[in-house]
């Protein structure tokens, strides 16, 4: 049965935008790795939020494999760290082709042990959010998750630093007064991923106790992602 509630409204815009984004990004920005990277990054990202429609509007045991659906989370953050890495250019080259190896192996690992396990695992209804899920929840997906998020962090860092010594600044000048539009672009990609990153941690809080609300969490997934 099919259930339109209000998680479900609520989900939805997040999800359109992330479409626009990703067919905008892969489909009308030519000859950009950086754009290439972030629709890959919002493609999947569309998967979560997908994942989490059908987890809301299926009123059914089966609406439970929307989470396995929105596992692919971890694969949009391997598109992220490579956006870090292009973004304005690759100036680690060998490093992130490291990474991207490292990262997509991990995001496949956390995937396919959510699946097998959550598979093998009873599930239920819970009440609190109107869904049926299973009754295990990985601790993987989103430590990988948070750890993909330092990562891209870390990197924009070092993209500032870098972009700071090119225009002739220090470190903390390029970060609190840029003087290229390029450092500007970075240092804001970097605030959004602290935004992201803090997202990530709440939710994490929220599975090992009580300090944030099931509700507050699927409020802030509906602003944040």
């Keep these: 049965m099919i259930l339109l509630n209000a998680n479900f409204f609520d989900r939805l815009t997040p999800t359109i935008l992330t479409i626009l984004l990703a067919g905008h990004m892969l489909l009308f920005v030519r000859n950009s790795r950086p754009a290439l990277y972030l629709g890959g990054f919002f493609g999947f990202l569309s998967l979560f939020n997908i994942g989490y429609l059908l987890a809301f509007a299926l009123d059914v045991p089966e609406g439970r494999y929307g989470f396995y659906i929105a596992c692919c989370i971890t694969l949009a953050l391997v598109f992220k760290l490579q956006f870090a890495y292009h973004m304005p250019a690759n100036r680690f080259p060998r490093e992130s082709k490291v990474v991207l190896i490292l990262s997509l192996l991990i995001s496949l690992f956390a995937?396919?042990?959510?699946?097998?396990?959550?598979?093998?695992?009873?599930?239920?209804?819970?009440?609190?959010?109107?869904?049926?899920?299973?009754?295990?929840?990985?601790?993987?997906?989103?430590?990988?998750?948070?750890?993909?998020?330092?990562?891209?962090?870390?990197?924009?860092?070092?993209?500032?630093?870098?972009?700071?010594?090119?225009?002739?600044?220090?470190?903390?000048?390029?970060?609190?007064?840029?003087?290229?539009?390029?450092?500007?672009?970075?240092?804001?990609?970097?605030?959004?991923?602290?935004?992201?990153?803090?997202?990530?941690?709440?939710?994490?809080?929220?599975?090992?106790?009580?300090?944030?609300?099931?509700?507050?969490?699927?409020?802030?997934?509906?602003?944040?992602?």
Excluded at 129 to 141: C, D, F, K, Q
Aim: proline fraction near 3%; charged fraction near 10%.
């Design 111 to 225: 995937i396919a042990e959510y699946s097998y396990v959550a598979e093998q695992t009873p599930y239920r209804f819970f009440f609190d959010n109107h869904i049926y899920g299973s009754l295990y929840a990985s601790p993987y997906v989103p430590l990988v998750t948070m750890i993909m998020f330092f990562g891209v962090m870390i990197i924009f860092l070092r993209q500032i630093r870098a972009l700071g010594k090119a225009n002739s600044q220090s470190f903390f000048q390029a970060l609190f007064r840029p003087s290229h539009r390029n450092i500007v672009a970075v240092r804001s990609f970097l605030l959004i991923a602290l935004a992201e990153l803090i997202v990530n941690i709440l939710y994490m809080i929220s599975t090992v106790t009580d300090f944030v609300s099931a509700l507050t969490i699927n409020q802030i997934f509906n602003l944040g992602l």
